[in-house]
């Protein structure tokens, strides 16, 4: 089941289907930082209200805003 990675639960990991963002430069951002397709991600830590919310990619940990982590698509990980 594809969802967005706002949909994980903690310490759930998934793999990036795609970043899909609006803003090119954002776009441009996120795959710099590692939100990649292919990439396992694990959702590490949330705030109140869940934004931001940090994820655990390529061995960083980085936090992204909701508006911008709806643009990334994650599925569960092969078993």
Known sequence: MIKTILELDLQEVAVITGV???????QRRLLDLGFCEGAPVMKVLTTRGANP?????????????????????????PI
């Not at 899909?20 to 954002?26: I, Q, S």
């Not at 390529?58 to 805003?65: F, P």
Request: net charge neutral.
């Open 20 to 26: 899909r963002h609006t803003d090119e430069g954002m």
């Open 53 to 77: 919310a940090a994820y655990k990619v390529r061995g960083s940990v980085i936090a992204l805003r909701s508006c911008d982590a709806q643009y990334i698509s994650v599925e569960a990980p």
